[in-house]
């Protein structure tokens, strides 16, 4: 039979005999949308609202948001004034505020102040607080970071934004076991069978101002993919034998447990998709 990919695009070769799958590439542009917007996007692209994006954690929320601080630069007459964040030892929710000082026209600092710190307690209703370490009242600038931290936290509960997406299709492409046909990235062959589903994350990516482009494959290039596929033993088989020399000399039972593991998992998930194609291709 001669399989119809929906794509509507150009076949690759003459044409010729079944579709075999389609070769694919994407570009996502910078966006930030609420949650409410990019779910109607999604179900008017065709994809279930069951699998749409979790909303953001809390503290995930808290770590994006606590991030810029390393961005808000302020400007005198004379100095610069820079913000560094460093992480408490033994305590992830707590994030210590380093002011930094420099002259104008000098790369050296003169000063550091350890003006405050961020926590995020998780128990109840999740709380983002600003603490000044003093002396006296909080200053003008301490107050304008603990302004802007608070503000992005909510905004981000309520949001996603590209790198979500990017996210999304990475695990896409993995269940659809595809295969990447250029070592730099960004290139796949896509199996037939999950070309409706291809074709709905196409149509979602330009309903948010992206594209996913396709060539439908045809039966020629079938041993094409055979290379692809044997490549891909390869380099699995050599990042596992990596992977597991690295879990060798770690001295930590657990740690050492948790990388075995993966690596374990890893190959049951190549052992599956070398499977599929050994069934279709």
């Not at 000044?132 to 981000?156: N, Q």
């Not at 979602?204 to 996913?212: A, K, N, P, Q, T």
């Not at 770690?250 to 998709?273: F, G, N």
Request: charge should be negative.
């Amino acid at each position: 039979m001669t399989a119809e990919i929906p794509i509507g695009d150009v076949q690759v070769g003459s044409g010729a005999g079944p579709a075999i799958g389609r070769i694919s590439w994407f570009s996502v542009r910078s966006f930030e949308l609420s949650r409410e917007v990019l779910l109607s996007k999604w179900v008017e692209a065709g994809l279930t609202e069951g699998e749409f994006l979790p909303a953001t954690r809390p503290c995930d929320a808290y770590k994006q948001a606590t991030k810029m601080v390393e961005d808000k630069i302020k400007v005198s007459d004379t100095t610069i004034t820079r913000y560094i964040l460093r992480h408490q030892e033994g305590r992830p929710n707590v994030r210590h505020v380093i002011r930094e000082l420099l002259r104008k026209g000098e790369d050296k600092p003169f000063g550091f102040e350890d003006i405050g710190r961020f926590t995020f307690k998780d128990e109840g209703t999740p709380v983002v607080e600003g603490i000044w370490h003093g002396p006296g009242e909080a200053d003008e600038g301490w107050l304008e970071l603990v302004a802007m931290v608070k503000a992005r936290y909510e905004t981000l509960l309520t949001v996603h934004d590209d790198l979500d997406i990017r996210l999304v299709l990475a695990r896409k492409l993995r269940k659809w076991h595809s295969l990447l046909l250029r070592p730099t990235g960004g290139v796949y062959f896509i199996p037939k069978d999950f070309a409706p589903e291809a074709e709905a994350y196409a149509k979602f990516l330009r309903l948010v101002g992206s594209e996913m482009w396709a060539l439908v494959v045809t039966a020629e290039a079938t041993p094409m993919v055979r290379q692809k596929v044997e490549e891909y033993k390869a380099e699995a088989a050599q990042a596992a034998a990596d992977k597991l020399a690295k879990a060798e000399a770690e001295v930590d039972p657990k740690k050492k447990q948790t990388m075995t593991d993966a690596v374990t998992e890893e190959k049951k998930r190549v052992e599956e998709m070398v499977n599929y194609y050994g069934q279709y291709y």
